[in-house]
């Protein structure tokens, strides 16, 4: 989108900085970051946030493109990559749990290869829960001691309300959930309304609506989705150091780590939702010289201090992660057991209707 | 609070952000005026500039284009007949009928004028945002959403027209054109036909330029000449302004309606654009002239887009909600430059918010100055033979369409539907109901499901459902009692309720074809209609259960009253068969080949051009095409037979 204008005015405005490009694998090089969402949502605004970065990192300063590709759920833009995807890693397809969920549950329409894609880079996109305080409910131990029904609103149960409606059945809460909100922002309306009285928001408007409310006391939190330790989905987000994990919530209540199919399906479809919730992929013959130069970008922006304190304000923090580590967590979660696979599709149609 | 807004104004009069304002107007008055491209386009095509700038600059550029897009957009309106952008659908109506018989200006001048006092309403309930417009936003919940909703459809109703066989057809068959895609209740696809395509349903832009749009230039460009056969004299505003005054009351209700519109998150400008056409309709005693010239539908509808747009600021900016999809775009951009709206924001940067107030308002007043003085210019364009235009603007509207998704689908879909509307124009069919119906059908269904799970029936008592369903049973009880006097008074002399939609003159053979389609349609739609979820099953029904009743009586009438006079309207099917195998053709081998035939088409055959001065001016359009499609795409739709691009 715009290529030519922004080639020009980046020609024009940044005739220093293409005069000190070094050699490197990306030198003269142009990447194109495609982002399956509308331009202004927060994957497209993240792509944003990143792309100054990964031009001054990548080794060659290579010119980057954020191009919105919207539709279909980000079904069409992820079908698109299928298909146009430049095999030199100069193709990335910025996506969240949004496109990985259709693939791991195998929905119609689905044309592209996710879990033989490569793994450029990721940025968690950690999500918190919390209640009102009309259910009496002060914090993660009394939850199963709400005094009214505990009633969620989402947008879709197999789209990214996915892991936060596994959450539930992971910690074997009654919850109600009511589908078909716009999207987060009106549940969040409804939540401050009083129509729904339990919630879920990732980094951002935490930190920027839901913190406020909580010191006003207009809203109790809970716990997070939790970071990755060891490849268990246990340890606490940095987020909300305070807060449990949800694998916490479920040894405190339990006496016992959680395990079994509903745990294996939470951790997956939540670990690509939060740990690695937005990331960025390359087309599967992606050269591994391309795989390093990302992985060297991204451990140059990590200890970028402007990044740092940029990051402090927007996401509380998070890095990105990038390498063999973080490939191999992206592809295992993309690929669960069959086992798991037919509990998810048989949970979603059986308790949630869902059509495959 | 004063100080600080005079801070603000004070901080916008830096030269560098008053030009970055006046650059974002121009980008939006421009794109206000290419159909089907308008402030989602303008907003995202400056995004990557904004960057450039310092934060307030870069916000009152986009503030600019925002606040501009439906003023300028009536000037396509009025002058082409298709619409500049979907919210105003109903100013191409009115003020293209006003066009034809000559009265250009005055429908300018009123809908310029009506777009100002929309604009600065809304800046008014932005500067009054915390201690007004936000508790407002809270008050409304899902059943008050549900209620506005079918406010907005009650209103609708007095669009049907005089034939209400099939102006309720038409409703019905924009419902069902509406309930395509995901279903808000439960996880249904809906007549999708598994195409990934139709997973998001159908744009509302194509939806809005097939119907109105195409159909109108098949139309102009079959009647040759210029789009007025009469001199077009927009320099005389004086009718424009007393005209204005004397519907000074109709806008500003008009903008309190495109206010409210904007509260409700994700519902954009066209909802309360109708809703406020048809309140213009309901309000006016004398309704033969509605579809065919009224003034009051435009000075209405032009009042009520430009408020929606800027009050959808109000929920974005203190709940982080978009109102409307232009406003999607801000928020990201606000994201971008680290402001993360909320309350907080504007208790702790009130000069930002004054300074958007200042802007949008400014941009209000400006922009339709800049409209006023920009128009007898370009209506000099509607004397010169239609076809020189046709080529232009056929192209535009692929690429506006083309931004939906960039997949030939759009391109497809544009087309499809504007067949679609090209039948109901000759069919009699009013395209007014079938709009509303598309647009209303979502925030409806979602609302009344949401409602429904989360309240149960209880929501029947809720103070603001009783207060909104007062606006329906208030003017019916009304006009009940007003018919039950007059009933005992005079027996005969009964008002002329229904607006005046032209039908008279329909093409039977084409209403005939019509029917049969529609029927076929909804009997299909009746059939898949089973698979679904029972929840998801109610919108599509309320659409298939007068819908198919309607058009099998209407196809039957069609039979009986057939008279083979197809061939009135054979000259525009030519043209209309031409479009959709371009799109074809595009499909097949790239967007190039197709669109230099069609260029060369239009120009040398339907407008009879030389072939010197055909070449000349074809070359600079096929540049500028490309220059566009460049600008908002990177690829245009590459061939599936033959690779081209």
């Known amino acids: 989108m715009r290529k030519l204008l922004t080639t020009t005015v980046t020609a024009l405005m940044g005739l220093a900085a293409t005069a000190q490009a070094q050699d490197g694998y990306f030198a003269g090089k142009t990447i194109d970051v495609i982002v399956p969402f509308g331009t202004?949502?927060?994957?497209?605004?993240?792509?944003?946030?990143?792309?100054?970065?990964?031009?001054?990192?990548?080794?060659?300063?290579?010119?980057?493109?954020?191009?919105?590709?919207?539709?279909?759920?980000?079904?069409?833009?992820?079908?698109?990559?299928?298909?146009?995807?430049?095999?030199?890693?100069?193709?990335?397809?910025?996506?969240?749990?949004?496109?990985?969920?259709?693939?791991?549950?195998?929905?119609?329409?689905v044309e592209y290869r996710l879990s033989e894609y490569r793994v450029a880079y990721s940025h968690p996109f950690s999500s918190v829960a919390y209640v009102a305080p009309s259910t009496g409910v002060t914090g993660a131990d009394d939850i199963r001691e709400s005094s009214e029904p505990l009633l969620y609103g989402g947008i879709a149960a197999a789209a990214s309300d996915l892991p936060a409606l596994l959450s539930f059945e992971v910690l074997g809460l009654d919850v109600r959930s009511v589908l078909g909100f716009n999207g987060r922002g009106p549940?969040?309306?409804?939540?401050?309304?009083?129509?729904?009285?339990?919630?879920?928001?990732?980094?951002?408007?935490?930190?920027?609506?839901?913190?406020?409310?909580?010191?006003?006391?207009?809203?109790?939190?809970?716990?997070?989705?939790?970071?990755?330790?060891?490849?268990?989905?246990?340890?606490?987000?940095?987020?909300?150091?305070?807060?449990?994990?949800?694998?916490?919530?479920?040894?405190?209540?339990?006496?016992?780590?959680?395990?079994?199919?509903?745990?294996?399906?939470?951790?997956?479809?939540?670990?690509?939702?939060?740990?690695?919730?937005?990331t960025g992929y390359l087309h599967p013959d992606a050269p591994q010289e391309a795989l390093d130069a990302y992985a060297e970008a991204v451990a140059a922006i990590n200890a970028d201090p402007e990044f740092q304190a940029e990051s402090q304000e927007v996401t509380g923090g998070a890095r990105l992660s990038a390498g063999p580590d973080t490939e191999a967590a992206v592809k295992a979660a993309l690929s669960p057991s069959d086992e798991v696979r037919a509990y998810l599709r048989n949970l979603l149609s059986e308790k949630y209707g869902v059509n495959f | 609070m004063i100080d600080t807004a005079l801070v603000a104004l004070d901080s916008l009069f830096d030269p560098m952000r008053l030009a970055a304002l006046f650059a974002g107007m121009l980008v939006g008055g421009v794109f206000g005026m290419l159909p089907g491209l308008g402030g989602v386009a303008a907003v995202s095509i400056l995004l990557p500039f904004i960057y450039y700038l310092d934060d307030y600059s870069g916000l009152a550029m986009l503030l600019g284009a925002v606040s501009i897009v439906y003023t300028s957009d009536t000037i396509t309106s009025v002058l082409l007949g298709a619409p500049g952008s979907p919210a105003s659908a109903p100013t191409a109506i009115e003020g293209h009928a006003l066009a034809k018989q000559g009265q250009a200006a005055r429908a300018l001048g009123v809908g310029f004028l009506a777009s100002m006092v929309g604009g600065l309403v809304g800046s008014l309930v932005l500067f009054f945002a915390i201690p007004i417009a936000g508790p407002i936003v809270l008050m409304l919940s899902t059943p008050e959403l549900f209620m506005l909703a079918l406010v907005g459809l009650f209103f609708a109703s007095s669009m049907i027209g005089k034939d209400l066989a099939k102006g309720l057809a038409a409703a019905a068959l924009g419902v069902l054109l509406g309930v395509v895609g995901p279903a808000q209740a439960a996880a249904d696809f809906r007549f999708t036909f598994g195409q990934v395509y139709l997973l998001d349903g159908f744009s509302l832009t194509i939806v809005a330029l097939g119907l109105f749009g195409v159909a109108e230039v098949i139309s102009m460009l079959a009647a040759g000449g210029g789009i007025s056969h009469q001199r077009m004299e927009v320099s005389h505003w004086g009718a424009g302004f007393r005209d204005f005054w004397a519907n000074k009351w109709l806008v500003l209700r008009a903008s309190l309606i495109g206010v409210l519109g904007g509260f409700v998150p994700a519902v954009g400008a066209s909802a309360s654009t109708w809703v406020a056409y048809g309140h213009a309709i309901r309000s006016t005693k004398d309704k033969s002239k509605f579809g065919k010239g009224e003034i009051r539908g435009v000075a209405a509808s032009e009042g009520a887009n430009n408020a929606t747009v800027i009050s959808d600021l109000v929920p974005t900016l203190l709940f982080s909600v978009p109102g409307g999809p232009a406003a999607a775009i801000f928020l990201g951009a606000l994201f971008s430059f680290g402001y993360y709206p909320g309350p907080r924001m504007i208790t702790q940067n009130p000069d930002l918010m004054f300074l958007i107030v200042w802007s949008v308002a400014l941009s209000s007043i400006v922009g339709a100055a800049l409209c006023f003085a920009v128009t007898p210019m370009l209506a000099r364009l509607t004397r010169i033979p239609f076809a020189i235009i046709a080529a232009p603007l056929v192209l535009i509207m692929v690429i506006g369409a083309y931004q939906a998704t960039s997949t030939m689908g759009d391109i497809f879909m544009l087309f499809t539907l504007g067949a679609l509307g090209w039948l109901m124009k000759h069919g009699g069919w009013p395209r007014a109901p079938a709009l509303v119906g598309f647009v209303l059908s979502g925030p409806m269904e979602q609302y009344f499901w949401l409602t429904n799970q989360i309240h149960g029936w209880t929501w029947l008592t809720r103070p603001g459902v009783l207060v909104i369903a007062s606006i329906i049973v208030i003017p019916l009880l009304m006009q009940g009692w007003r018919w039950l006097r007059q009933r005992r008074v005079a027996e005969i002399a009964e008002p002329d309720d229904a607006a005046e939609v032209p039908g008279a003159d329909a093409n039977r053979s084409i209403a005939l074809v019509l029917a049969t389609v529609g029927a076929v349609m909804f009997a299909y739609a009746l059939w898949e209609t089973f698979t679904f979820n029972p929840a998801s099953r109610l919108m599509p029904l309320l659409a298939i259960v007068p819908g198919l009743p309607l058009t099998l009586w209407l196809a039957w009438r069609g039979v009986r009253e057939y008279r083979d006079d197809f061939a009135r309207d054979g000259g525009e099917l030519v043209i209309l068969a031409v479009l959709l195998a371009y799109a074809v053709a595009v499909w097949a081998v790239g967007l190039t080949v197709p669109t230099l035939a069609l260029i060369a088409w239009m120009l040398l055959v339907r407008a009879q051009m030389r072939v010197r001065s055909a070449a000349v001016y074809g070359a600079a359009v096929f540049a500028v095409v490309w220059l566009l499609f460049d600008i908002m795409r990177g690829d245009p739709p590459v061939g599936a037979l033959i690779p081209l691009s």
């Open chain 1, 187 to 278: 549940v969040r309306l409804a939540f401050e309304q009083g129509e729904v009285n339990i919630d879920y928001q990732f980094t951002p408007v935490w930190l920027t609506q839901v913190v406020p409310s909580v010191e006003e006391g207009r809203a109790v939190p809970l716990w997070t989705g939790g970071a990755m330790e060891n490849g268990v989905l246990s340890a606490r987000d940095p987020i909300a150091p305070d807060l449990p994990s949800v694998y916490e919530v479920y040894e405190r209540m339990n006496g016992e780590a959680p395990s079994g199919i509903e745990w294996d399906a939470f951790q997956g479809i939540a670990s690509v939702t939060y740990a690695y919730g937005l």
């Open chain 1, 40 to 109: 202004g949502g927060a994957t497209f605004v993240s792509a944003k946030f990143l792309e100054p970065y990964f031009e001054k990192h990548l080794p060659g300063n290579p010119q980057i493109n954020v191009i919105d590709r919207p539709g279909g759920g980000s079904i069409l833009g992820a079908n698109w990559f299928e298909e146009n995807a430049r095999a030199d890693g100069t193709t990335v397809l910025f996506t969240t749990s949004s496109t990985a969920n259709p693939f791991v549950l195998g929905q119609e329409g």
